[in-house]
């Protein structure tokens, strides 16, 4: 059994960072695919980065430039840091896992977290 235990999401000023936090209990972290996604109100859920197992990462063109995705395998964790935040970055973000290789336009990912909540004021 999986878990993902997403935290870090706050309110922050457009142009402020944040740095959000997956950590992994239940499994091997190294032979995972991990990849971040969100969902704003009324809108569908959209990815935002994945890193997959050999370290390779992929990345939204809204966010290329400005997130980095990132992993500790001491840790079972997986880290998003976002940079020069916008009002439209604020959603509900979500970490996900697969066995499989998996990218950001791939939604159906064997597991999921309960999101953490990130909103940027103008």
């Known amino acids: 059994q999986v878990q993902l235990v997403e935290s870090g999401g706050g309110s922050v000023q457009s142009g402020g960072s944040l740095r959000l936090s997956c950590a992994a209990f239940g499994y091997m972290y190294s032979t995972y695919c991990m990849g971040w996604f969100r969902q704003a109100p009324g809108k569908e859920r959209e990815g935002v980065a994945v890193i997959d197992s050999d370290g390779t990462t992929s990345y939204a063109d809204s966010v290329r430039g400005r997130f980095t995705i990132s992993q500790d395998g001491a840790k079972n964790a997986v880290y998003l840091q976002m940079n020069s935040l916008k009002p439209e970055d604020t959603a509900m973000y979500y970490c996900?896992?697969?066995?499989?290789?998996?990218?950001?336009?791939?939604?159906?990912?064997?597991?999921w977290g309960q999101g953490t909540q990130v909103t940027v004021s103008s």
């Open positions: 996900a896992a697969d066995i499989r290789r998996r990218t950001i336009t791939n939604m159906f990912w064997d597991y």
